[in-house]
């Protein structure tokens, strides 16, 4: 019996990182409950996943195919996935807070007749009680949440839960999945993907950040630095570059765009409003560089430069690949 | 094209949030209340829609306290018809799939061609509640929406929404539910002849019981707490750039050991 269970998200082939993520917080779960792990993967590319998912702690790998689940679809993502958890009745159900948990789990949750503890950063048990611990108001405060129902339903905000070797059996087991034709769904007609292979922002293990002090859509010196961290790092922009038209609004961070916990943010030009600094707050590490020695953004960084960005950055940008040649 | 624009009025984003000293929520206090950012591109697109296939409506859907009233006065001033506002005491701080029963059960009375939400609400940022709507509706739904088309026979919808990396083109049947993301419009300004039309136009006020909801939590909070305080760290001022790059970058594999 699972008693717990996580949802592994496939993208472009692959198994994402934030599976193995669940997988370690799922597997404690598991042990402190006294039950086994399940994971339920989609698409008939999905079974050569299995013993990936049995080194990090998946007793059991829950397989879904079906012509319908070989792209994601909404609809019949969640009704399959409300199947498993109606079939093999886990006491936990963790999906990842990623663009398309944050689809899949909403719809997922209402059809079990439950909610979803959004976005934790943090899972313990009060008895066998799920309380996932989560950021509200963008970071400006935290609240623990427990979920009455059954399965307790929680996402994870990807790329803060620890990934462990824990290996296990990660057994196969293979499940059948007719979508339920009176259901409408939409169709998808196109996938325009960055094919620059650019990690999501709320993905991100290093964030270049730029805001107004850029002065103009040139991010050059961003994306350089970015490539030069290599590919988990990406390029976020503030409130004020994207409203001004320089930055897509994908790329804004903040209350009302995305909430970021990289392992370093480097915020260039970024003055540092309430809704810049709740959405970055908790990166692990802060590096500012701004002109304004005033600037709220230096009261949360943990290194500050205080000079003209087009003059720093390039220093910086150069120091960085000598350190990271080596 | 009749639209239901389910709207939520949050705290403003200036706001400079302070947990109860008990943990049991947060300071309401002086708090200035606007419409939730994402509703009000919902609000917008609706407005849109109708001055394109000049008929149909555009009905504004709140649960919410008394304070909610300005929020749905102000999306009337934008333009919108008329309002319905669920106010009950049971339902104050109620969990995403409450709420989503709520809406679902407003709407079915209501009826509607496409139902609007704003992909989250920036103060319990949750994210739920369109896709659980559209789930108890038994309506398709399209998150994260940042372009719409709705074809000239209004049976469909080509949308362009936000996935990782990327966008995705869909094609759905109407009616269903839409939630809306940056970069969907801008949103217009309420006119002052705008204002004063609101103020004439109807907001129905229900309950819990008018819409035979007995409310049954999903989800609670046990314990609100701020952040870890973060504390302003080392500041490198009046020195050459190529200086304070090397001693930060350095720092940064030896002593924050990031990279």
Redesign the interface.
Known sequence: MSKVMIYGEI?GGKLKKTAFELAGAGRKLADELGGDLGAVVMGSQAEQFASELGKYGVDTVFVVESPELEAYN??YF?QALAQVAKDKQPEILLISH???G??L???T???L???????CISFRLDGNKL?GK????????????????SPQMASARPNVLKIEESPKAGAVEKIAFTPDAG????????????TSG???LT?AE?IVSGGRGMGGPDYALLEEMAGI?GPTATVGASRAA?DAGWR???D?VG???K?VTP??YVACGISGS??HLAGM??S????AINKD?EAPI???????????LF??V???N???KV??AE | MKSLVCLKQVPDTETQIKVKPDGTGIVTDGIKYVINPYDEFSVEEALRLKEKFKAGEVVILTVGPDRCTEAIRTALAMGADRGIHVNDESLNDADPYSIAQVLAAAASQEGYDLIFCGHRAIDDDFGEVGAMLAELLQLPQVTLVTKLEIADDTQSAVVERDVEGGKEVIEVPLPCVLTSQKGLNEPRYASLPGIMKAKKKKIDKKTAADLGITSERKLAPTEYTMPPERKAGKKYEDMEPAEAAKIVVEALRSEAKVI
């Open positions: 993208k909404s609809e969640a990623s663009m398309q944050k689809d789990a909403p719809r949750a209402a059809k007749g439950v909610a979803t503890i959004a976005d309380v989560r950021p509200m108001y963008a970071g400006k405060c935290y609240a623990e949440w427990v979920a009455n129902g259901r409408k769904t939409y169709v998808t007609k196109d996938l325009v993907l960055d650019k990690v999501d993905e290093i961290f994207v897509s609004h994908s804004q209350q009302t765009g909430t392992n370093l309430i809704q707050g908790s692990k590490v802060i590096v020695t230096f009261t949360k960084a943990d290194y500050g430069i205080v000079g003209d003059k720093v390039p220093e910086f150069k120091e960085l350190l990271l």
